[in-house]
C-alpha cells in the first residue's frame, strides 16, 4: 500500500501566504475587499488555521487589515506608503548596483538584455503581468550579483506596497522611458562604472515612483 505524501503545515502555509499575496499585488483582491478564511479554507481545501497564518503574515507586511465587528479586509492603496516604500526601494537596488559592478559577468549582461527585450514585447501586447515580471527579471539579475541576501529580504518587506500602485496605474506609465533607462543601465555596467550604474538604477525607480504618485494624486 502506497504511502500519500503530505504537505506538512508550514508548507501549506506559505503556498496559500504566496498566492494569496499574488493575487492582491495583482489586484485579483481588491483593495477593499473582504476576506473570510473560512470561505478562503474551503477554496484551497485545508482547515482554517493554515489560512489563518498566511493572513496574519499578509497583515504583517501590511497588505490585509482586521476591521471592527471580525472583518478582514485588504487594505487600500496608501500613496504615502507607496511614496515612501519607493525612496528605499531605490536606496536598497542602488547598494546593490554598486556592489554588483564588479561581479557582473557576459552572461549577466545577455540576461539583462533578453529581460528588457522581453519588456518591450509586454509593453507591446499591454500585458502588465510579464511586464512586471520582466522588469523584476532585469533587476534581479543585479541583485543576485550583489551577493548581499541582506538587500533582497529588505526589498521583500516594502515592494508589495508600490506593485499594487503600479499595476493599478500600468497604463499612465510610459514604458519606453523604463527601456531607454535600462539600456543605460546595462551601458553603465558594461563599462564598469560603478557610480554611473548606481545611480541610473536608482533613477529608474524614483522616476517609476514620481509617475505613479503623480498620477494618483
Known amino acids: 500500500m502506497k504511502t500519500i505524501k503530505t504537505i506538512d503545515r508550514p508548507a501549506l502555509r506559505d503556498q496559500i501566504y504566496d498566492s494569496l499575496k499574488k493575487a492582491i499585488i495583482t489586484l485579483e483582491l481588491e483593495p477593499g475587499q473582504r476576506v473570510k478564511d473560512k470561505d478562503l479554507a474551503a477554496e484551497f481545501g485545508v482547515s482554517r488555521t493554515p489560512v489563518r497564518e498566511a493572513l496574519k503574515r499578509l497583515e504583517d507586511e501590511g497588505l490585509i487589515e482586521s476591521l471592527p465587528g471580525s472583518q478582514t479586509c485588504v487594505t487600500e492603496i496608501h500613496l504615502e506608503e507607496a511614496k515612501n516604500a519607493f525612496t528605499v526601494i531605490a536606496a536598497l537596488h542602488r547598494l546593490a548596483a554598486r556592489l554588483a559592478v564588479p561581479f557582473i559577468s557576459e552572461e549577466n549582461i545577455k540576461q539583462m538584455e533578453e529581460s528588457n527585450s522581453n519588456l518591450q514585447k509586454a509593453l507591446d501586447t ?83 515612483g514620481r509617475i505613479l504618485i503623480a498620477d494618483g494624486d
Open 126 to 208: 499591454k500585458d502588465v503581468i510579464c511586464a512586471v515580471e520582466a522588469d523584476d527579471h532585469f533587476h534581479s539579475i543585479i541583485l543576485k550579483a550583489s551577493r548581499n541576501e541582506e538587500i533582497e529580504l529588505a526589498l521583500d518587506r516594502v515592494i508589495s506596497k508600490v506593485r499594487r500602485l503600479e499595476f493599478s496605474k500600468f497604463s499612465s506609465v510610459d514604458g519606453r522611458k523604463s527601456l531607454e533607462q535600462h539600456k543605460n543601465i546595462i551601458a553603465a555596467f558594461k563599462a564598469n562604472d560603478l557610480n554611473l550604474a548606481s545611480s541610473l538604477v536608482e533613477e529608474n525607480w524614483l522616476s517609476l
